[in-house]
């Protein structure tokens, strides 16, 4: 199994940036997909979830957007309105069934992505 991201960057704040994770090796339609981050000094965090329904961690609600195309087996995270407080490494990750905000049960984990937002 492998999960590939791509698409951070540096932007500056209130500026767009598009991740998307490509995965292979799984029946990616029966696995719940998330992102995390995780910023310096700090643990890693949830942030978006998709099955056949979707959730998002508090701070990212209504800027955040979380995709899934089934046929391309590819995630995808659209973030906007960015604030520096959401530099971090974003990590996809995959787990058999539905979704869930703790990483202790995803099996598989990308290489991770960072995203730096410049104020």
């Known amino acids: 199994v492998q999960l590939q991201a791509y698409g951070g960057g540096l932007v500056q704040a209130w500026g767009y940036l598009r991740l998307s994770c490509a995965a292979a090796?799984?029946?990616?339609?029966?696995?719940?997909m998330a992102w995390f981050r995780q910023a310096p000094g700090k643990d890693r965090e949830f942030v978006a979830a998709i099955h056949d329904s979707t959730d998002y961690a508090d701070f990212v609600k209504g800027r955040f957007t979380i995709s899934r195309d089934n046929a391309k087996n590819t995630v995808s995270l659209q973030m906007n309105n960015l604030k520096p407080e959401d530099t971090a490494v974003y990590y996809c990750?995959?787990?058999?069934?539905?979704?869930?905000?703790?990483?202790?049960?995803?099996?598989?984990w990308g290489q991770g992505t960072q995203v730096t937002v410049s104020s």
């Open positions: 090796g799984l029946p990616f339609r029966i696995y719940g």
């Open positions: 990750a995959a787990r058999f069934g539905y979704y869930s905000r703790s990483q202790m049960r995803y099996e598989y």
